[in-house]
Nanobody
């Protein structure tokens, strides 16, 4: 089992920034691709950003391109999501997730991930 613990959420005004962190334990972190997803009230969970095990390849939802940056530090078993120029539409619970690196499945798909954190709330006020 892999445990994932998110932190860094909070309340911020539109145009502000937050940095989310996700600490992993229990498995070899570098063997997993990592993703960030979010879920707004009444909506389905959606892909935000993903990063391959090496940290070289990153992927983003169109809605966050140019504003969010995903990164990872394998030595610290941690993945980050830097969120800039936040908008009210970014409000939701943000989850990090882990997907086995060798598994051939879309990095943007919820069903591709084996492990999930409990989530951290991000609220952006207008």
């Amino acid at each position: 089992q892999m445990q994932l613990v998110e932190s860094g959420g909070g309340l911020v005004q539109a145009g502000g920034s937050l940095r989310l962190s996700c600490a992993a334990s229990g498995r070899t972190f570098s063997s997993y691709a990592m993703g960030w997803f979010r879920q707004a009230p009444g909506k389905e969970r959606e892909f935000v950003a993903g990063i391959r095990y090496s940290g070289i390849n990153t992927y983003y939802a169109d809605s966050v391109k140019g504003r969010f940056t995903i990164s990872r530090e394998n030595a610290k078993n941690t993945v980050y999501l830097q969120m800039n120029n936040l908008e009210p539409e970014d409000t939701g619970v943000y989850y990090c997730a882990a997907k086995l690196a060798f598994k051939i499945s879309p990095i943007s798909a919820v069903g591709s991930y084996e492990y999930w954190g409990q989530g951290t709330q991000v609220t952006v006020s207008s």
